[in-house]
């Protein structure tokens, strides 16, 4: 019998999955997370000495302080989804680094009884040609975008 938390994950991963798009980069680097569904609030996924730090930021990429937010993280693949121990600090939250190839599953609340936001992205570690950076934080997007401005 499958798990719940496999169920979760197969509901997550499946209806998503041809969502690709362009990746968003942060102010730091980082991939960015929506945990709203206005734009206001979004993660920064930063990879700092084998963790995942996940900062939060407002709608203008200023940081939040982190208080009543909380943060669930699920992990592998859809056969085996597992959860990933989440560590709160005060810019945001930390997870252990995941195996190269691993889904991301996170749940984000504004507060513990809050409507969860989900938001996902790949570990794809495979380095892209052409911006030279981890598909994960391909930057290529983002300067697709930049020379759109300047063309203007
Ligand atoms: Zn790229």
């Not at 991939?31 to 990879?47: A, D, P, Q, W, Y």
């Not at 900062?55 to 056969?79: E, I, R, W």
């Amino acid at each position: 019998m499958k798990s719940k938390l496999t169920l979760l994950f197969l509901a997550l991963t499946t209806s998503f999955a041809l969502a690709h798009g362009g990746v968003e980069i942060g102010p730091n680097g980082g991939r960015i997370l929506e945990f709203s569904k206005n734009e206001t609030m979004h993660g920064e996924v930063t990879l700092k000495e084998g963790k995942f730090q996940i900062a939060l930021l407002d709608k203008d990429m200023k940081a939040v302080p982190v208080a009543a937010q909380t943060l669930n993280v699920t992990s592998g693949t859809a056969a085996k989804p597992e959860k990933v121990a989440v560590e709160k600090t005060a810019t945001g939250f930390t997870i252990p680094a995941v195996k190269e190839g691993s889904l991301l599953v996170f749940q984000f609340r504004e507060t513990e009884k809050g409507k969860p936001v989900t938001a996902r992205f790949t570990y794809d570690t495979a380095n892209c040609d052409k911006c030279d950076s981890p598909e994960w934080i391909c930057k290529c997007e983002m300067n697709k975008a930049a020379a759109k401005k300047e063309k203007k």
